[in-house]
């Protein structure tokens, strides 16, 4: 019997081993696994990472250690300390680089934390609640802080930035971006009287929001963006008059209740529309927009129900998400030509949206949706001179078949095809240099392109199909923008070469990859190649990566000093001509300096500028 059970352990455990030799380390990351007091799951196998997931301890000081078993801890997974009152301080090593959303949530007996400089990225409320914090240092390796971080921080006084760090800056304990054109949020706790500096454009969603102990502040007009939310709840926001809110030169907020069938003409100067703005002002009946206005804001007019009447100045070229949604009494509006980009629901459950024929719907410059149920193979060319194609505008539309993007199309939104899947043929050119993430995938146009560097227009809009290992890419020049998230799924990529056309970079459009537990870690050691001054080395700083500058070196002789003695002569039109004629053989640096027509060859053309330069018969060369 003995000999049998031994036989019958041995079989078993033998074959637990062979279970686990073929699972793949991955897979761990779907068991809860324990060790002291965390809870943690495995990000990588093969990179040996893991997310704290749970702190299970009692609370008190906590230094979070850098590796668990054996694996590098990484990540702060979301809620992983949420509701522990008992928290008093916690040190985060520089293993880790991630600080999952809600990590702190609660947490109102952390009066301290300590982060290294490893962490990249901060979430989504973080610290919410984290009542007892007073002050905490964001080192130099922070590139993103999520939205509503330090909400209900109410003991906060001053959120400070390490003066390395390339994204962000403080003043005052105040937070804002590195140059400070951007303010976007003031610690809670914070009280006094405030001035904002002079060199800030835009001021952040709910900035202000909630701090109770701000009495005033000052804004300029320098001042051309102001996020919603940004004073609710604070003594000055609630000390001023009932009626319109100018603050800069931006119409903020409608405060109070307006009165039935109120007609209100924008000031003349106002350069933007807040979103939120007239949100459910039931009582506003007309409203006139001044030609000085350019943006009207998210959800700007949102159910304002008895609105009739909208006059929109000359000068509105955006219009953001739901800005008329559900204003249910709107039956006519002109959009005028200057209007170049409209965002989705802007003019849903509204009776002029209602009321318009089903097909395209064109407002302004804008191909803003498809109205109602597409015919099976429908063919599409958008309408000349329109300049942009609103995001989810033909999302689902199956019955496309085919769509030709005209030359005056410069930006194609958010999904704005996806998921047509009868939509085969499409022709994009060269004027389109911005497309949304997910636009054209999910349809048989997308399905069939090779695998690998996928440009439409001139964007490189995604990496499609599954990245070899250290891929190196150099994207193609002439190339004006890469999409946000276009190599997200890229594990392999370990650098990428931007040329000096690429202007615009999307958020994450790489350098980051999608682990195990669904969150973003960056790529280690991924490496970013470009010029000095570009968009490359602004994505390299505002990201933390490794950026490799391959600016040519700045010519050391003047244009025509072909001998180099500093002066440009006809010493230097002999040498050219002894060049022409073979007689001598000039250098890179003697090439370039003779080459003064600049067509790419040195010939006697040179030397008689340079000779007529000598005699004061040209300006320069």
Same mark, same amino acid.
């Given at each position: 019997?003995?000999?049998?059970?031994?036989?019958?352990?041995?079989?078993?455990?033998?074959?637990?081993?062979?279970?686990?030799?073929?699972?793949?380390?991955?897979?761990?990351?779907?068991?809860?696994?324990?060790?002291?007091?965390?809870?943690?799951?495995?990000?990588?196998?093969?990179?040996?990472?893991?997310?704290?997931?749970?702190?299970?301890?009692?609370?008190?000081?906590?230094?979070?250690?850098?590796?668990?078993?054996?694996?590098?801890?990484?990540?702060?997974?979301?809620?992983?300390?949420?509701?522990?009152?008992?928290?008093?301080?916690?040190?985060?090593?520089?293993?880790?680089?991630?600080?999952?959303?809600?990590?702190?949530?609660?947490?109102?007996?952390?009066?301290?934390?300590?982060?290294?400089?490893?962490?990249?990225?901060?979430?989504?409320?973080?610290?919410?609640?984290?009542?007892?914090?007073?002050?905490?240092?964001?080192?130099?390796?922070?590139?993103?802080?999520?939205?509503?971080?330090?909400?209900?921080?109410?003991?906060?006084?001053?959120?400070?930035?390490?003066?390395?760090?390339?994204?962000?800056?403080?003043?005052?304990?105040?937070?804002?971006?590195?140059?400070?054109?951007?303010?976007?949020?003031?610690?809670?706790?914070?009280?006094?009287?405030?001035?904002?500096?002079?060199?800030?454009?835009?001021?952040?969603?709910?900035?202000?929001?909630?701090?109770?102990?701000?009495?005033?502040?000052?804004?300029?007009?320098?001042?051309?963006?102001?996020?919603?939310?940004?004073?609710?709840?604070?003594?000055?926001?609630?000390?001023?008059?009932?009626?319109?809110?100018?603050?800069?030169?931006?119409?903020?907020?409608?405060?109070?209740?307006?009165?039935?069938?109120?007609?209100?003409?924008?000031?003349?100067?106002?350069?933007?529309?807040?979103?939120?703005?007239?949100?459910?002002?039931?009582?506003?009946?007309?409203?006139?927009?001044?030609?000085?206005?350019?943006?009207?804001?998210?959800?700007?007019?949102?159910?304002?129900?008895?609105?009739?009447?909208?006059?929109?100045?000359?000068?509105?070229?955006?219009?953001?998400?739901?800005?008329?949604?559900?204003?249910?009494?709107?039956?006519?509006?002109?959009?005028?030509?200057?209007?170049?980009?409209?965002?989705?629901?802007?003019?849903?459950?509204?009776?002029?949206?209602?009321?318009?024929? @089903?097909? =395209?719907? %064109? *407002? $302004?410059?804008?191909?803003?949706? !498809? /109205? +109602?149920?597409?015919?099976?193979? &429908? #063919?599409?060319?958008?309408?000349?001179?329109?300049?942009?194609?609103?995001?989810?505008?033909?999302?689902?539309?199956?019955?496309?078949?085919?769509?030709?993007?005209?030359?005056?199309?410069?930006?194609?939104?958010?999904?704005?095809?996806?998921?047509?899947?009868?939509?085969?043929?499409?022709?994009?050119?060269?004027?389109?240099?911005?497309?949304?993430?997910?636009?054209?995938?999910?349809?048989?146009?997308?399905?069939?392109?090779? @695998?690998? =560097?996928? %440009? *439409? $227009?001139?964007?490189?809009?995604? !990496? /499609? +199909?599954?990245?070899?290992?250290? &891929? #190196?890419?150099?994207?193609?020049?002439?190339?004006?923008?890469?999409?946000?998230?276009?190599?997200?799924?890229?594990?392999?990529?370990?650098?990428?070469?931007?040329?000096?056309?690429?202007?615009?970079?999307?958020?994450?459009?790489?350098?980051?990859?999608?682990?195990?537990?669904?969150?973003?870690?960056?790529?280690?050691?991924?490496?970013?190649?470009?010029?000095?001054?570009?968009?490359?080395?602004?994505?390299?700083?505002?990201?933390?990566?490794?950026?490799?500058?391959?600016?040519?070196?700045?010519?050391?002789?003047?244009?025509?000093?072909?001998?180099?003695?500093?002066?440009?002569?006809?010493?230097?039109?002999?040498?050219?001509?002894?060049?022409?004629?073979?007689?001598?053989?000039?250098?890179?640096?003697?090439?370039?300096?003779?080459?003064?027509?600049?067509?790419?060859?040195?010939?006697?053309?040179?030397?008689?500028?340079?000779?007529?330069?000598?005699?004061?018969?040209?300006?320069?060369?």
């Amino acid at each position: 019997m003995k000999k049998k059970f031994k036989l019958k352990a041995l079989s078993i455990l033998m074959a637990i081993l062979m279970v686990a030799t073929i699972i793949p380390m991955g897979a761990i990351s779907s068991f809860a696994l324990t060790s002291g007091d965390y809870e943690y799951s495995v990000i990588s196998g093969t990179k040996k990472t893991v997310s704290i997931d749970k702190y299970t301890g009692t609370g008190g000081d906590v230094t979070i250690p850098s590796t668990i078993d054996g694996y590098t801890v990484t990540q702060m997974g979301d809620f992983s300390f949420k509701g522990c009152t008992s928290l008093t301080s916690v040190i985060i090593p520089n293993s880790v680089t991630t600080i999952g959303g809600g990590a702190f949530y609660g947490c109102t007996g952390l009066k301290d934390i300590t982060m290294a400089n490893g962490i990249t990225n901060i979430g989504y409320r973080a610290f919410l609640g984290c009542k007892g914090l007073k002050g905490l240092t964001i080192p130099d390796s922070v590139t993103g802080i999520g939205d509503g971080a330090f909400d209900n921080c109410t003991s906060l006084t001053a959120i400070n930035i390490s003066e390395g760090n390339t994204k962000y800056s403080s003043i005052d304990g105040i937070l804002y971006n590195k140059d400070k054109t951007e303010m976007f949020k003031c610690p809670q706790g914070k009280s006094g009287e405030i001035a904002i500096s002079d060199s800030v454009t835009s001021i952040g969603n709910y900035a202000f929001s909630d701090c109770t102990g701000i009495t005033n502040i000052t804004i300029s007009n320098s001042v051309t963006s102001i996020g919603y939310g940004a004073f609710d709840n604070t003594p000055f926001y609630n000390s001023l008059p009932d009626g319109e809110v100018y603050l800069g030169k931006v119409f903020y907020k409608y405060k109070g209740t307006i009165p039935k069938d109120t007609e209100i003409t924008i000031k003349a100067g106002t350069v933007s529309i807040s979103g939120t703005a007239f949100n459910g002002c039931t009582g506003l009946k007309g409203v006139t927009i001044p030609d000085s206005v350019t943006i009207i804001g998210y959800r700007a007019f949102f159910d304002c129900a008895y609105l009739t009447t909208v006059t929109i100045g000359n000068s509105v070229t955006s219009i953001g998400s739901s800005a008329f949604e559900s204003c249910t009494s709107l039956k006519d509006i002109t959009i005028p030509d200057s209007v170049t980009s409209i965002e989705s629901s802007a003019f849903e459950n509204t009776p002029f949206f209602v009321s318009m024929p @089903d097909g =395209e719907v %064109y *407002l $302004g410059k804008v191909l803003y949706a !498809y /109205k +109602g149920k597409m015919p099976k193979n &429908t #063919e599409i060319n958008i309408k000349a001179g329109t300049t942009s194609i609103t995001g989810y505008a033909f999302y689902y539309c199956t019955g496309l078949k085919g769509i030709t993007i005209v030359d005056s199309v410069t930006s194609i939104g958010n999904y704005a095809f996806y998921g047509c899947t009868g939509l085969k043929s499409v022709t994009i050119s060269d004027s389109v240099t911005s497309i949304g993430h997910n636009a054209f995938d999910e349809t048989p146009f997308y399905n069939s392109l090779p @695998d690998g =560097e996928v %440009y *439409l $227009g001139k964007v490189f809009y995604e !990496y /499609k +199909g599954t990245m070899p290992a250290d &891929t #190196e890419i150099n994207i193609k020049p002439g190339t004006i923008s890469i999409t946000e998230y276009a190599f997200i799924d890229c594990a392999g990529l370990k650098g990428v070469t931007i040329p000096d056309s690429v202007t615009s970079i999307g958020d994450m459009a790489f350098g980051y990859y999608l682990n195990d537990n669904g969150g973003y870690e960056k790529l280690l050691g991924f490496t970013i190649t470009g010029s000095k001054g570009s968009a490359a080395e602004k994505y390299a700083q505002d990201n933390n990566f490794i950026f490799v500058d391959i600016t040519p070196p700045a010519p050391t002789r003047m244009l025509g000093d072909v001998t180099g003695d500093g002066r440009v002569t006809s010493g230097d039109a002999i040498a050219v001509l002894r060049a022409e004629a073979q007689l001598r053989t000039l250098t890179a640096e003697e090439f370039t300096a003779a080459d003064v027509v600049k067509d790419g060859r040195v010939t006697s053309g040179d030397a008689i500028r340079i000779l007529r330069y000598e005699a004061q018969l040209v300006p320069s060369l």
